[in-house]
């Protein structure tokens, strides 16, 4: 079902004797393929979810499964075979990725990252990313103990 005015791109409801994937009309066909995997995953996590996402340092269990569908989703809809032949093809970025696959250009980023086709100078971007970041979790940190902050 596709409506227009939810504030959300998806949604699965059982209305009691069928699941029913209801769409935002308003999002781009990219984006409405994407919530319809997204929420499929919490439609076939619907019987396992309790054991299944228990949560995690960091991470409650709601946070694990909606990881958990964005990257089924993510796969569903790029899978990796179909990707390397893409990026052998010549389309590596993620906007042609995105047109290619009709997924989010967002999505494409990550599954080309996720499956180590994204240019080595993004990917060191990353990287760069997470070690500024750790560092300056620890320097506030240190402070936090030092009681300067
Ligand atoms: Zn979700």
Redesign the pocket.
């Known amino acids: 079902m596709v409506v227009d005015d939810i504030p959300i791109s998806g949604s699965a409801h059982w209305n009691g004797s069928a699941w029913l994937i209801v769409l935002n009309r308003r999002h781009r066909a990219p984006r409405q393929r994407f919530a319809l995997a ?2 499929f ?2 439609v076939v996590d619907h019987t396992t979810h309790s054991f299944l996402y228990t949560g995690m340092p960091g991470m409650s269990a709601a946070e694990q ?2 990881r958990a ?2 990257y089924f989703a993510g796969c569903l809809l790029t899978p990796r075979r179909w990707l390397k032949r893409a990026c052998s093809n010549g389309q590596r970025t993620p906007r042609e990725i995105g047109r290619l696959f009709t997924v989010p250009v967002p999505v494409a980023n990550t599954r080309l990252t996720q499956c180590g086709f994204a240019p080595r100078h993004r990917r060191r971007q990353r990287v760069l990313r997470i070690v500024v970041r750790t560092r300056l979790l620890r320097r506030c940190s240190r402070r936090r103990t030092r009681g300067t902050l």
């Open positions: 997204h929420e995953k919490h499964a909606e569908a964005d």
